[in-house]
């Protein structure tokens, strides 16, 4: 089973929770539940991209396409997710 620290590291990298899914070998549905929980808890928080990425603090490490392409909802560590792992 895959662990909450697990995935706030993945998240930590900037990677999308395909990505995540992906190279945790997870089933979406169960990543998507588990992010939701770590939403609700404080660990994460939610944002969506496609709005520009000047401004941006993933923009270094981010695997998102580029502004205009679609929209991706993105996972950002709280201090507590900081904290936590």
Excluded: H, Q, W
């Excluded at 560590?77 to 904290?83: H, P, Q, R, S, Y």
């Amino acid at each position: 089973m895959v662990s909450i620290k697990e995935i706030l590291s993945k998240v930590r990298e900037g990677k999308t929770v395909d990505a995540v899914g992906r190279e945790l070998d997870i089933r979406e549905s169960t990543l998507r539940a588990m992010i939701d929980f770590m939403v609700e808890k404080g660990y994460l928080e939610e944002f969506e991209s496609g709005g520009g990425c000047a401004g941006c603090f993933l923009k270094k490490k981010c695997n998102v396409p580029p502004p205009g392409e679609r929209k991706t909802k993105m996972y950002a560590l709280t201090d507590k997710g900081k904290e936590y792992i």
